[in-house]
């Protein structure tokens, strides 16, 4: 592609290039690591946590590069074109989309935010999609999909290069929409820049993410959320957060919802449901439309995330009937996931919960289903504060009737060590356990010992397919685990 096609769209503020004929020079790559420029490539000088990309200019036109985007201009002559720009992340956003074709144009691109909920969203919808006969990728915290097909991502918004890529090849692939997790960092680095979604969600927002390499204070994280809606048609908005009203100022086509603050789209009459293949909530929709809703995935907070998956799912005009028998089959794999087998065992539950807050805030949730016994399986990471894991212990010790001490990702640490922390938060609360080192005996053991009025989570591992043993990740997939046993039962 041409040097001048790529630059369409990017606002330069300085050129400097040895012969004129060089602005139509043909370009065989972009990349904003020296290490990866060839010749006739582009160099892309990025000032990022540990390093500045400017320090490499030199290194790139050694490698052959014939284009450079810099910040700030060198002061020597160098054999190759410069191009100065103000801000070289959303430069890099908006050459990475040229480059690839700009693939978003011709999908419809959902993209949702918020400091939690994201992901269970995203499945929401794409589940939707399907039912109603869309091929929809998924961009995230777990990967990216197309369909099933999973491809392997750095971060929940990944880079702006990869990210086109990603886009590029859902849409050879025949995609018709795409649902994405946009992160605040990926935001406030220029990461979707050159995208225009159809949809902007705002799911909610709390203190996280604060600190140093990625946001200074909350208003800063606010202000990077509200970026979303500078690129999106439609914003859904969640008024039930206390900063709902603030995003709705943003968008010039609102849809709303709440669960109690009113909206275009309204839950009332939540209740938990536990019945043989599900373990979730239903509600009563109310608003623009009513209907009554069932998911199968325990929390009053996941009514909101319906509530958003509904609000776009109605406004691109998917009809009431596949919403309700899509919501009613979603799952994520990980999060709060009910591993069925209505012949042998339903009431598993696999869930990412590791530090004290979230699994305390689990097993305090699945309490509220009143099961005869709550048992979680769960170990320690190695390598971590001893603190971390008393506080696991007594998260653990203050709900469950039942503690299996198991192994996680020990990592260089020995398990007898990083269970003896546990042990200590356990001992706070008198919480009953057992120690069974090898998470797949552990496993055996809950399905051969508990019964059907029995709640069992296995905690930590979730959607993670290894664990991580001195330096090497071994393959454990829990979900596969839990099946291959129960059909020897």
Known sequence: MKLRELLEGVACTGIRWPEEEDFDQEITGITSDSREVAAGGMFVCIRGFLAD???YIDKAIEAGAGAVIVEEMPERHLDAVMIQVEDSREAMAKIAAAWFGHPADRMVMIGLTGTKGKTTTAHMIKKILEEAGKKTGMIGTIGAYIGAEKIPTKNTTPGPYELQEILAQ????????????VSSQGLKQHRTDGIHFRYGAFLNISPDHIGEGEH?????????????FRQSHYGIINLG????????ELTGHPVTFSRDQGGDYQAHDIRNIWEPGLLGVSFDLDGKESAHMVLNMPGEFNVENALAAISVARTEGIDMETV???LKKVFV?????LVQDSAHFTNIIIDYAHNALSIESLLHLLKSYHPKRLICVFGGGGNRPRQRRRDLGQAAGKYADLTILTMDNPRFEDMDDIN????EGLDVYNGVYQIIPDRKDAIHYVIDHCGKNDIVALIGKGHEEYQDVRGVKYPFSEEQVIREYLQTK
Not at 170 to 181: F, N, P, S
Not at 333 to 337: A, N, S, V
Request: glycine letters at 8%.
């Open 53 to 55: 990309g400017h320090e």
């Open 170 to 181: 859902m849409e050879r692939e025949g995609c018709t929409h795409v649902v994405m997790e």
């Open 216 to 228: 200074a204070d909350f208003a800063e994280y606010l202000s990077c959320k509200k970026l979303l």
């Open 241 to 248: 957060d206390a900063h709902g009203k603030e995003m709705l």
């Open 324 to 326: 309700r028998a899509a």
């Open 333 to 337: 794999k990980g999060r709060t996931q």
């Open 420 to 423: 003896r922390d546990i042990i």
